[in-house]
Nanobody, 122 residues
């Protein structure tokens, strides 16, 4: 349903563009979001956006270096990550839910994609 890709090993200060491709159903009425989970830490929300349009909503601590975008033709949501730091090392997940508040809360989300590993070396 949701497949995240684009992770890898990058040096500090580098960039990666993560992709989340949807398949099997339409997510046109859903909110799409990106999360991450670092080793030994809880999963945290990064950003969400409504598939049909509107402004993205970022977690305050994630503003500035992460940018979400979407391509409706390709059924893909992207997360551009810039100026990466070693503390950004984590598994990054995409997710979808009809409810914006549920997506922000990160609990009981309808759809989760398999994560993609991002490793930032110092």
């Amino acid at each position: 349903q949701l497949q995240a890709s684009g992770g890898g090993l990058v040096q500090a200060g580098g960039s990666l563009r993560l992709s989340c491709t949807a398949s099997g159903r339409t997510f046109s009425t859903y909110n799409m979001g990106w999360f991450r989970q670092a080793p030994g830490k809880e999963r945290e929300s990064i950003v969400g956006i409504r598939w049909s349009g509107g402004s993205p909503y970022y977690v305050d601590s994630m503003k500035g270096r992460f940018t979400i975008s979407r391509d409706n033709v390709k059924n893909t949501v992207y997360l551009q990550t810039n100026n990466l730091k070693p503390e950004d090392t984590a598994v990054y997940y995409c997710a979808a839910d009809r409810s914006k508040s549920t997506l922000i809360a990160g609990v009981a989300i309808e759809y989760w994609g398999k994560g993609t590993q991002v490793t930032v070396s110092s």
